[in-house]
């Protein structure tokens, strides 16, 4: 079992930076590949970013290629998702998953799911 609560989310203006946070409870936080996903008013939960076991490999929505970075520190069982020249378009609830092993884009592949934190950007 995995428990996952992410902060760091907030109001923000566009062109602005923020980093998320997700805290994992267990000690086989390195045995997962973590995934952040986001949620906008009255549409579907979307990929956003995810990395590998170790940390070495990462994907990414095209959405937030080249503005948004995912890292982990697995000694803080932490993972991480800086967001930088944020945009309107990017205001959604966001949420970090854990599943075994692999990485995956597909929110159904993932076992474990924060609350979420809410990142709103004004224009």
């Known amino acids: 079992q995995v428990q996952l609560v992410e902060s760091g989310g907030g109001l923000v203006q566009a062109g602005d930076s923020l980093r998320l946070s997700c805290a994992a409870s267990?000690?086989?936080?390195?045995?997962?590949?973590m995934g952040w996903f986001r949620q906008a008013p009255g549409k579907e939960r979307e990929f956003v970013a995810t990395?590998?076991?170790?940390?070495?490999?990462?994907s990414y929505a095209d959405s937030v290629k080249g503005r948004f970075t995912i890292s982990r520190e697995n000694a803080k069982n932490t993972v991480y998702l800086q967001l930088n020249s944020l945009k309107p378009e990017d205001t959604a609830l966001y949420f970090c998953?854990?599943?075994?092993?692999?990485?995956?884009?597909?929110?159904?592949?993932?076992?474990?799911w924060g609350q979420g934190t809410q990142v709103t950007v004004s224009s």
């Open positions: 998953a854990a599943r075994p092993l692999f990485r995956s884009s597909r929110v159904r592949e993932y076992d474990y």
């Open positions: 990395i590998s076991m170790s940390g070495d490999r990462t």
């Open positions: 267990g000690r086989t936080f390195s045995s997962y590949a």
